[in-house]
């Protein structure tokens, strides 16, 4: 069964940090991973999908990275602002179906 | 565009009472699913679709009904509530699904129902 970790759970980062996520998996033969973003009361937003012939991906301020024979991605999120306070999901994909991990609440203090 | 819409927002249900949440999308999307969200336990896959007509179970259907008639609708049935099933719910589609095709899972808002 696929295992997917982050670590920390919560973390705060003064405003213009720039601000980095990691994504643990334990079976590397994965066909996408996908990281999202989850606000308050609210459903899932798509940040990043990285292939998995890709090694990173990036949107903006965003930039993903994965190394399949590490089982590893990470987030960077460059120059953080207060309107980046969320929770931050990331889902590896075998089949018909994700598996996600548990998030890291991020917080961004002003 | 209207994306992902689930109905309703909130549900409160009493034990043994039986209800259906409602999932439509407006994007063309083969893909449809469900999930719960627990706190301490992520997200989880119920139930899920590749197209209209074909269903599959995900890790944890027991107590769930699906169907799909349509492109469109993905309804999730209760059948007989029970407080182990108080949670968020979650809709989600893709344009397509499987090893050759790369598209972003888009969800809903989500139903928060609670079951006493």
């Known amino acids: 069964k696929q295992e997917v970790t982050q670590i920390p759970a919560a973390l705060s980062v003064p405003e213009g940090e720039n601000l980095v996520l990691n994504c643990s998996f334990t079976?590397?033969?994965?066909?996408?991973l996908q990281w999202f973003r989850q606000d308050p009361g609210k459903g899932l937003t798509s940040l990043l999908l990285?292939?998995?012939?890709?090694r990173e991906q990036t949107s903006g301020r965003l930039n993903a990275s994965l190394d399949k024979s590490s089982g590893r991605s990470t987030l960077y999120i460059a120059a953080s602002q207060p309107g980046d306070s969320a929770t931050y999901l990331c889902?590896?994909?075998?089949?018909?179906?994700?598996?996600f991990g548990k998030g890291n609440q991020v917080v961004v203090i002003p | 565009n209207a994306g992902v819409t689930q109905t309703p927002k909130f549900q409160v249900l009493k034990t043994g009472q039986s209800m259906t949440l409602q999932c439509a999308q407006d994007?063309?999307?083969?893909?449809m699913s469900w999930y719960r969200q627990d706190p301490g336990m992520g997200l989880r896959l119920i139930h899920y679709?590749?197209?209209?007509?074909?269903?599959d179970q995900g890790e944890v259907p027991n107590g769930y009904n699906v169907s799909r008639s349509t492109t469109e609708d993905f309804p999730l049935r209760l059948l007989s509530a029970a407080p182990s099933q108080t949670s968020v719910y979650f809709c989600?589609?893709?344009?397509?699904?499987?090893?050759?095709?790369?598209?972003?899972?888009?969800f809903g808002n989500g139903t928060r129902l609670t079951v006493t």
């Open positions: 990285i292939q998995s012939s890709q």
């Open positions: 079976d590397s033969a994965i066909y996408n």
């Open positions: 994007m063309n999307h083969e893909y």
């Open positions: 889902a590896v994909n075998r089949g018909n179906r994700l598996a």
């Open positions: 679709s590749v197209g209209a007509g074909i269903t």
């Open positions: 989600a589609s893709s344009y397509k699904w499987g090893v050759t095709y790369n598209s972003p899972l888009h």
